[in-house]
T-cell receptor
């Protein structure tokens, strides 16, 4: 079974630029999560989708971050404009549904904002 | 007070040692407790999952939950160099809505020396 795919793996941008990350969850997984993991911290949930609907985006900085999951499969997370404090690893995870605990994580995208 | 506190480490032990990793939490609504292992430059992977209080054993790993003390532990017996990773505790409530959101600890970096 293929795992959660993410691209790119690494991205370096300057502040005020925009960036987008892509995630392809495990086939058949209805729930998709985007997490931000700052160095030395645990992952923090940014947004959770159930199929193509948003379940929880309470911790998403909506003035600069946006995410979508068209057709309930792939998802993109965008930052515009980026700030220095956005430097982090952005992890995508998926699970069969909201009830199932097992979230399968992708390898993450390491973002450096200069 | 943070919802989840985790011993910061780093922790360095010789091969074969028994490792004890711990987290405390403040939210009495938490009912499901997990331990994730994260290798360098990889996404977290679920290691152990426990519901409510009690012990769970899986090979060399034992997870303990003491809800009365709001304290969870992960024990690793006969530790191996391949166990070297960051260990993250995570927990969530059991109700609907945002109770399903996982709250992670900061993680403990473990190094097992041959």
């Amino acid at each position: 079974e293929a795992g959660v795919a993410q691209s790119p793996r690494y991205k370096i941008i300057e502040k005020r630029q925009s960036v987008a990350f892509w995630c392809n969850p495990i086939s058949g997984h209805a729930t998709l999560y985007w997490y931000q993991q700052i160095l030395g911290q645990g992952p923090k949930l940014l947004i959770q989708f159930q199929n193509n609907g948003v379940v929880d985006d309470s911790q998403l900085p909506k003035d600069r971050f946006s995410a979508e999951r068209l057709k309930g499969v792939d998802s993109t997370l965008k930052i515009q404009p980026a700030k220095l404090e956005d430097s982090a690893v952005y992890l995508c995870a998926s699970s069969l549904n909201r009830i199932t605990d097992t979230q399968y994580f992708g390898p993450g995208t390491r973002l450096t904002v200069l | 007070q943070k919802e989840v506190e985790q011993d910061p480490g780093p922790l360095s032990v010789p091969e074969g040692a028994i490792v004890s990793l711990n987290c405390t939490y403040s939210n009495s609504a938490f009912q499901y407790f997990m331990w994730y292992r994260q290798y360098s430059r990889k996404g977290p992977e679920l290691l152990m999952y426990t519901y409510s209080s009690g012990n769970k054993e899986d090979g060399r790993f034992t997870a303990q939950v003491d809800k009365s003390s709001k304290y969870i532990s992960l024990f690793i017996r006969d530790s191996q160099p391949s166990d070297s990773a960051t260990y993250l505790c995570a927990m969530r409530g059991g109700g609907g809505g945002s109770n399903y959101k996982l709250t992670f600890g900061k993680g403990t970096l473990l190094t097992v020396n041959p």
